[in-house]
């Protein structure tokens, strides 16, 4: 457990690493003057460029310009953005929660919707209900996020008028910024209409998380399908049926566990792309999020904001993958079956 | 006259590992509806001049968001209606399959042999140099390819070519990580070791022993990328950052169409569906593979 | 009264190549307190018959029988949960490859406690009851000779080699105190010692307790030591069943002739470096199972009559099914 635990440090070190360096040779690769790309300051002169390129030590070699830029992302400062010359990482904390809650509760609507569909459908093997489902993942799955969002829009909120098509919330509502996550905000603020907002941000969000979930859970239905089909083949639940025990006892004891177990990393792996479906899905539904954001930067050639975005955006994705990872690995009795395993 | 062979006994025929996984493919309707659907696009591919009716580009000022034929105000003549500048929808939808997967086909193509080349090197060698590059992939197998994509969309500009070479640039490392998984796997099996133990060279367990039994694999990969080409290009055409207006794109039509959905809900919604049927079938085909390698290996 | 019977059971499975017979009209059956064996290559459908007397064979095969009953109760007809408690009360199974048959991701432990039947619970209070589960399990693994059962309750199948799964397998199947006991080749791949442990283990369960062995396996002499029964498989075909004696003295069918000069321990006057005698050819595989009898292809007495499946005859309880028995010369 400690040499894997050494090792996923590692990885993250290696990872962490390597997104820096990334992030920092952007400054050289964005066209323009590298020390603007990185500062988002457009020095009045050059004795204040001379000033700047000091305190960036631009003036030293690559390798100091780089621990400098560490250290300068370390302490928060990760430049100004070019476009509104606010600091990047303020705009990132503000827009980026947006994202997350977006994407959290996509993805639990997801898992939540497509395991127990995935179970239903391996559990029914090659029966109508098992195509039924199928099917509808299948088609999910080819569905383009982008296009899907746009025919919601066209039907529940132009045709049927039922929901709204753009935004967070109504303008009419003043919510103070708290967590960044709008219904702990609302819920904090205690404001009087509180109820009414809720309603509201819930009717928001309602489309962006559909079309993010529709996607989603079908990749989860087909993988867990696989796996509930793998597993209920397998010998050790022929034997527990030959011991006798009822299908649910079976289903719930053996099933469930061995089911589960190999498809989580999959799932977590869904993440990803759920981010990135969340950032298309922004800027159908003018979600005021990271993603959103970040186009506008690259529109508008704001390079130190497309830095700063990409680096928060790599570092969610780490973060969250290397957590689950050491998370799942923690619940696996399995865990260390490959040191036993091979002689 | 010959007489037909009597067929008392059944001999013994086992059908060569391709063909297998062929019947086994053919069995299912719904993996076949597949492969005659990506079929039909192939075609539209490749005769996308001769099948569509008008120049793509082709802007009639006196017919603007015409409807399709089927509504009541539609016109035969444009099929599928014209868009907000008076295009053909029909010859733009056409094109724009074109466009779409045949860019998407050819960058799978391209990425999957650079992913090959590197992801032998990586799974045949040892030691600290693949295990760097490993660490690397990795990492960069965590983020996702749409991302890649749009930062290097962001170095390099907005543009078809760029966005083609970023998604490219996206899709190599999956097929490193890919080969260089499946090489791995293979290596450990006994019939590389008894290869090995006859005395063949690195180069030709490569070749004669590892690739035959990866082809599958990588077909199935292959179609899974290219479903994943498809998406990211519409995707970043849609963002506006891939093809411009002009060229038509089925992604960018959509980001066309979007201002005008309201009034011409055809604009949008048809060329969604191509892609929606291009990514059916696609996946159709990739999942009847898939299942029918599953089934060959298992009997 | 008859344990176990079992008549002209057909079981038809579906292969690539369509519908198999891969098990054609067996019978076989068994009384209370015997010790009974199935013998047969492998491939012969001897595990096939286990898992169709559990019912852990997929739904869409085909079974039709014409007597397939416990204690004279029809378990083709019966309800599944009627099925079920039946096989989780009365019968118990140790199938092949034990580290498969065993959950992954449970503790052995776990899974032992789990196949403690409930009413061997009953006279304590709820909250004994654990303690009274281990107790049990405890007692069994000694049984099986597993010395360490701590260590051995806390490891996953995968921690353990596999002659402790078997043994393990086997404490599972006995920890519900079954009336009949179906092993399916419980010894395979043990070292010696525990393999006659185990068989001395069986042998006396069955002395003391009453209890009824279908015994599956290879080792033609450790079941001629204990069983008093035999039945021989060909591809799925009863051959020959009877008393072993009989069967060992005389038997009527070519393939249990050919089985048992196979087994050099039951042929005491071979002489030292004189070949083995075998049948031509190999067992057919489940796409082209010959018509009539199987063995026709290989069988050195075959004659135009074996394509006609020979019917089942007998004299007294000794049953072959042969158009051309040996050994009859003489009547």
Known sequence: ?343 | MFMARSKLYIEEHYPSPLKHTWNEFQKSHVSLTGLWLLCIFLVIVIFAPGLAPFDPNKQQVDILLLPPSWDSSGSIQYLFGTDSLGRDLLSRVIYGSRVTLGISILLVLISMLIGLTLGAFAGMGHGLRSSILNHFLDSIMVIPTLLIAIIIVAILGTGLWNCMLAITLALIPRFIHITRNMVRAECNKEYVTAARLDGAGRVRILFDSILPNMIENLVVQGTFALSAAILDISALGFLSLGASATTPELGSMLSDGMELAYVAPWSIALPGCAILLMLVAINLVGDGLRSSLRHRLQH | MLLLDIKNLTVEIDTSTGWVKALDKVSLHLKKGEISALVGESGSGKSLIVRTIVGAIPDRWRITADRMTWKGQDLLSMSAQQRRKIIRNEMSVVFQNANHSLDPTASLGQQLRESVPANQLEEVSFWQRKALRTDIIVKYLHKVGIKDHQQCMRAYPHQVPDDICQKVMLAMALVSKPELLIADDPTMGMEITSKVQILRLLTKLNQTQNLSILFIGHDLSAIANMATHMTVLYSGQTVESGKIGWLHKRPLHPYTKALLDSAPSFRKDLAPKSTLSSLDGTIPTLQHLPIGCRLGPRCPRAQKECVKTPKMRHISSHFYSCHFPLNRGGK
């Open chain 1, 1 to 343: 457990m400690m040499s894997y635990l050494l090792r996923r440090l590692n990885l993250l070190v290696i990872t962490a690493f390597i997104v820096t360096v990334a992030s920092f040779a952007l400054v050289y690769l964005f066209p323009g003057d590298p020390l603007i790309n990185l500062t988002g300051i457009v020095p009045a002169n050059s004795e204040a460029y001379a000033q700047l390129q000091q305190e960036y030590a631009f003036d030293k070699n690559l390798f100091m310009q780089y621990v400098h830029y560490i250290q300068e992302i370390y302490q928060g400062n990760w430049g100004l953005s070019i476009s509104s010359h606010n600091s990047v990482l303020d705009e990132i904390l503000l827009f980026l929660p947006a994202t997350l809650e977006l994407s959290v509760y996509a993805l639990v609507l997801s898992t939540v919707i497509g395991i127990p569909l995935g179970f239903w459908a391996g559990l029914r093997y090659q029966r109508p209900v098992d195509y039924g489902i199928l099917s509808a993942s299948l088609l999910g799955y080819s569905l383009p996020v982008f296009w899907l969002g746009l025919i919601l829009i066209l039907f529940f909120s132009l045709n049927l008028g039922w929901l709204p098509m753009s935004g967070r919330i109504s303008l009419l509502y003043d919510i103070p910024h708290y967590s960044g996550f709008i219904l702990l905000d609302i819920l904090h603020s205690g404001l009087a209409e509180s109820q009414a907002a809720m309603q509201d941000a819930v009717n928001h969000l309602i489309l962006p998380t559909l079309s993010i979930t529709i996607v989603t859970s079908s990749i989860v239905i087909r993988i867990t399908r696989r796996s509930v089909t793998e597993v209920m083949e397998s010998d050790y639940i022929k034997a527990a049926t030959a011991r006798g025990l009822s299908r649910g006892q079976i289903l719930w004891r053996h099933g469930l566990r061995n089911t589960l177990l190999p498809i989580l990393p999959q799932l977590v792996l869904q993440f990803t792309a759920l981010l990135t479906n969340a950032m298309i899905v922004e800027v159908i539904f003018s979600w005021p999020g990271i993603g959103n954001w970040l186009l506008q930067a690259i529109y508008q050639q704001d390079f130190p904001a497309i830095r700063g975005g990409m680096l928060a955006v790599s570092a969610v994705v780490i973060i969250f993958t290397l957590s689950m990872d050491v998370l799942l690995r923690l619940i696996n009795p399995l865990k260390d079956r490959d040191v036993h395993g091979t002689i």
